[in-house]
């Protein structure tokens, strides 16, 4: 410190005592925030273990299912099945198609009650 000058400067006591406050109130806040990120990291790390499980027991499940595909004569239900299958998606179709025309008559609606608002004014 040689060749520095020093400043002093006065506080008086009630400047002091709020700066500690202060400074203790900094330090609460952040062990509280180191508090939260340490419980964050936890529940990531079991929430990527329970991810990582999920997966090992899908990939299982898959390949069991793959086995037992093979394993098993294909029978002709299954060609019901499909042909069911296709008039389920055809029936899904013609409704998706009725909503977005439904859709339509909202927009229509919205339009006319706009319009009738501003006639109002």
């Excluded at 520095?4 to 952040?30: A, M, P």
């Excluded at 180191?34 to 999920?54: S, W």
């Amino acid at each position: 410190m040689k060749g520095q000058n020093v400043i002093h400067i006065k506080l008086d006591y009630e400047e002091v005592l709020q700066g500690k406050r202060d400074i203790l109130y900094s330090e609460e806040g952040l062990i509280k925030v180191a508090r939260i990120i340490k419980n964050y990291q936890n529940l990531r790390l079991k929430e990527l273990k329970l991810k990582l499980r999920t997966h090992k027991i899908i990939k299982e499940t898959a390949l069991n299912i793959k086995n037992l595909e093979n394993i098993l004569p294909e029978i002709e239900i299954q060609s019901i099945h499909k042909e069911k299958e296709k008039r389920i998606l055809k029936e899904f179709r013609g409704l998706k198609q009725e909503k977005k025309y439904d859709l339509s008559l909202e927009n229509q609606l919205r339009d006319i009650q706009k319009k009738l608002k501003e006639l109002e004014r």
